[in-house]
């Protein structure tokens, strides 16, 4: 029998890492309070995976062993680059990182927005990447302002209704 229908090792299936959301090429990686205490939470989560893997005795042991140290090295890197903005330091009478933001699209529906970093945002709570096109569109514009949003389908007009920071960060 040929060793390609035999299994000879222990290393098991391959296991698929999603990678972390990219930053853009040259972007520095902002960071709110909340969003660092996110990434150091998965830190000590992914230390503590490692540990319990490091015990086990299974066929799989290796291949989650490398997925988790690849997750590792991502994290890692991305809290070395983290550079922490304080969204109570910043001006408030300007969007700018760490703002929430609601504004009225043009369907006279309004929205509320607050930009956070890459690893932090999650568009279905209205978490937006300050990178995503949304967030550029509204960075640096006042209450009364009006925000030109480009997408390769459409584009929109969003009027900025109100700024804010959150002094507890949630």
Known sequence: M???FTKEDDRGAELLVVPRPPLPEGTTNYVTPRGLSQLQ?????LEQERRTLEALE??????RLNAQAQRARELQAR?????????RTQPR??????????????SGVESQYRIVGVDEADAALGLLAFSSPLARALLGRQVGEFASLQTPRSSEELEVLEIGYCDDDS
């Open 58 to 63: 299974t066929p799989d042991r290796l291949a």
């Open 2 to 4: 040929s060793r390609a």
């Open 79 to 87: 809290l070395a680059s983290a550079e922490l903005v304080d969204p």
């Open 41 to 45: 939470a998965e830190h000590a989560t």
């Open 93 to 106: 009478d300007r969007v700018r990182f760490g703002a929430r933001v609601r504004v009225r699209h043009e």
